[in-house]
């Protein structure tokens, strides 16, 4: 018969005891490590997290930006009586309703669009000494726009992230800035990559000579002197009736046996081996790098250049159907000064000297199968512009800066302006 003595009984009680204890320790340690590795989920998620809001935020901003940018170069340009400040306001409204329309954070980006809010105008000043290019906000003929976006516990409308229901904070701050500038001193045009240039191959008489009843870009519109009758809505891409405040030109197409030299319009091929159904495309989209003449990657029309093109027999067949389609858009057109027929087709070749910008308003194919257009001019920003450049390092700054300014006033194009960001 054993006997197990009170000590033997004491030990084992006391290991059990210390075996709980260290049983607690360790559920205690991993508890505080499983809190300090979802903590350190929790703030990477949220690194994420402010990361995509902050990419999201700088999209907003900038496409807000393009959009009071566009707005800066608008039709109203072309009305003597146009009021900046309404333009300056709907510029301003339009960028808040782009901002609007992309989400941060889930939510709809929202700006102060106060005169004093995210949305200001202003001007580029080229700065001699630091070589720089300054904003200065002014009302005075403004060609850049900067948009400011702003979500912050300030404002009330700061970013919610993982940890704010931990910490119960109010959220996280997030900035963006963006600025976007239209420059008009256009010399020339040349497609991008997915992004044609948006011409409309119409050729229009530029100025008609003593005693010559066709109507001419210089007469009707230049002068004013041309009808307005009717008007177009930029809100509402309608054609109305009634002026504008902006006049149209009359335009008249070859008839075939005709005499081509009393119309004052032509349509021209390109590059001078376009099939119809090219042609056709070329109406409807523009012109792509395939479409150029052979080894241009580019079309300039600056003060030293010009282009010959052969022009099509009339405006008949597709073309008066197609035409149709773009009523309303606002497209690049183009001048001409010199136009030799050849034969009696309507066909002849034509020297163009200038870009403008217009758009279709009424299409009417006549009973001698000619066609009348009704064009209205118009003012059009796009990307594949080419801008005047002063980067000839053989000259000072200041002889740079005086050739900058002499050749900024030949070159300013009304109707055609380049926009970019410019931050």
């Known amino acids: 018969m054993m006997v197990r003595s009170k000590s033997t009984v004491r030990n084992r009680k006391t290991v059990r005891g210390q075996n709980s204890k260290r049983r607690g320790s360790l559920a205690l340690a991993a508890m505080m490590s499983l809190l300090v590795i979802i903590g350190g989920v929790a703030l990477a998620l949220d690194r994420l997290w402010l990361d995509s809001a902050q990419t999201e935020l700088e999209a907003a901003v900038e496409a807000a930006a393009l959009r009071g940018g566009q707005l800066l170069a608008s039709d109203d340009l072309l009305r003597p009586d146009s009021d900046i400040e309404t333009r300056l306001e709907h510029a301003r409204r339009e960028a808040g309703r782009i901002a609007g329309e992309n989400l941060l954070?889930?939510?709809?980006?929202?700006?102060?669009?106060?005169?004093?809010?995210?949305?200001?105008?202003?001007?580029?000043?080229h700065r001699e000494r630091t070589q720089e290019d300054v904003f200065i906000e002014t009302t005075d003929a403004?060609?850049?726009?900067?948009?400011?976006?702003?979500?912050?516990r300030s404002r009330n409308n700061p970013v919610a992230t993982f940890l704010n229901s931990v910490r119960d904070n109010e959220g996280a701050d997030v900035s963006a800035l963006s600025e976007a500038t239209i420059d008009n001193r256009v010399v020339g045009f040349q497609p991008l990559a997915g992004t044609p240039i948006p011409a409309l191959p119409l050729a229009i008489l530029r100025e008609a000579k003593e005693g010559d009843v066709r109507e001419s870009w210089q007469?009707?519109?230049?002068?004013?002197?041309?009808?307005?009758?009717?008007?177009?809505?930029?809100?509402?891409?309608?054609?109305?009736a009634g002026p504008d405040g902006i006049p149209e030109i009359r335009l008249r197409s070859a008839i075939h046996r005709g005499a081509p030299e009393e119309a004052n319009v032509h349509l021209f091929d390109v590059n001078g081996v376009s099939t119809d159904e090219e042609l056709l495309r070329h109406m409807r989209s523009g012109w792509r790098d395939e479409d150029l003449p052979k080894n241009q990657t580019e079309l300039r029309f600056d003060e030293k250049s010009s282009h010959q093109f052969d022009t099509v027999a009339g405006i008949h067949g597709a073309s008066p159907r197609v035409l149709k389609?773009?009523?309303?858009?606002?497209?690049?057109?183009?001048?001409?000064?010199?136009?030799l027929p050849t034969?009696?087709?309507?066909?002849?070749?034509?020297?163009?000297?200038?870009?403008?910008?217009?758009?279709v308003l009424s299409v009417n194919v006549l009973e001698d199968d000619g066609c009348e257009l009704i064009i209205q001019p118009g003012v059009m920003t796009t990307?594949?512009?080419?801008?005047?450049?002063?980067?000839?390092?053989?000259?000072?700054?200041?002889?740079?800066?005086?050739?900058?300014?002499?050749?900024?006033?030949q070159l300013r194009n009304q109707y055609i302006y380049r926009l970019q960001i410019t931050n």
């Not at 954070?105 to 000043?125: H, M, N, T």
Request: glycine residues 12%; hydrophobic residues 30%; proline residues 3%.
């Open 219 to 240: 007469l009707q519109i230049e002068d004013r002197k041309g009808t307005d009758q009717f008007g177009y809505d930029e809100q509402t891409g309608q054609i109305t």
């Open 325 to 339: 389609e773009q009523i309303g858009q606002c497209r690049i057109l183009f001048l001409y000064d010199e136009f």
């Open 383 to 409: 990307r594949t512009a080419m801008l005047a450049s002063n980067d000839d390092e053989s000259r000072t700054g200041r002889q740079k800066k005086r050739d900058r300014d002499d050749r900024s006033g």
């Open 105 to 125: 954070a889930g939510q709809p980006v929202e700006l102060d669009l106060s005169p004093e809010g995210d949305v200001r105008f202003g001007r580029l000043v």
């Open 142 to 152: 403004p060609t850049s726009v900067v948009v400011r976006g702003l979500h912050s």
């Open 343 to 359: 034969g009696r087709s309507g066909a002849g070749r034509i020297r163009i000297t200038q870009a403008v910008a217009g758009r």
